[in-house]
């Protein structure tokens, strides 16, 4: 599967983002998906991930409370929406699908494919 994440750009503190990761090929109902982010010089951290069906999700605790992850199996999409954008929060985003995770995962190393990212920084 192919992932081209979307939707990254400038907010101030307290705004909101909505991103976007569209797969390629008709089997996208079978990949658990997952959000990471990078900041620079730091690893890469999961932000939050959902089950191939999206009944179930999962998020960091920075993330939790103010991120949404949901996903359109129809439009072979998964979507990151984020509220109450806070300095920290600035990274490049990015996708991952794994087919072979039980439910949801939360380590980049479970995810076998990966998008190319997408820019989010939050200016004070």
């Known amino acids: 599967v192919q992932l081209q994440a979307s939707g990254g750009g400038k907010v101030q503190v307290g705004g909101s983002l909505g991103l976007s990761c569209a797969a390629s090929?008709?089997?996208?109902?079978?990949?658990?998906m997952g959000w990471f982010r990078q900041a620079p010089g730091k690893e890469r951290e999961f932000v939050a991930g959902?089950?191939?069906?999206?009944?179930?999700?999962g998020y960091s605790d920075s993330a939790k409370g103010r991120f949404t992850i949901f996903r359109d199996n129809a439009k072979n999409t998964v979507y990151l929406q984020m509220h109450s954008l806070r300095p920290e929060d600035t990274a490049v985003y990015y996708c991952?699908?794994?087919?072979?995770?039980?439910?949801?995962?939360?380590?980049?190393?479970?995810?076998?494919?990966w998008g190319q990212g997408t820019q989010v920084t939050v200016s004070s």
């Open positions: 959902i089950s191939r069906g999206g009944g179930s999700t």
């Open positions: 090929g008709p089997t996208f109902r079978n990949y658990v």
């Open positions: 991952a699908a794994d087919r072979f995770l039980r439910t949801t995962g939360s380590s980049p190393d479970e995810f076998e494919y």
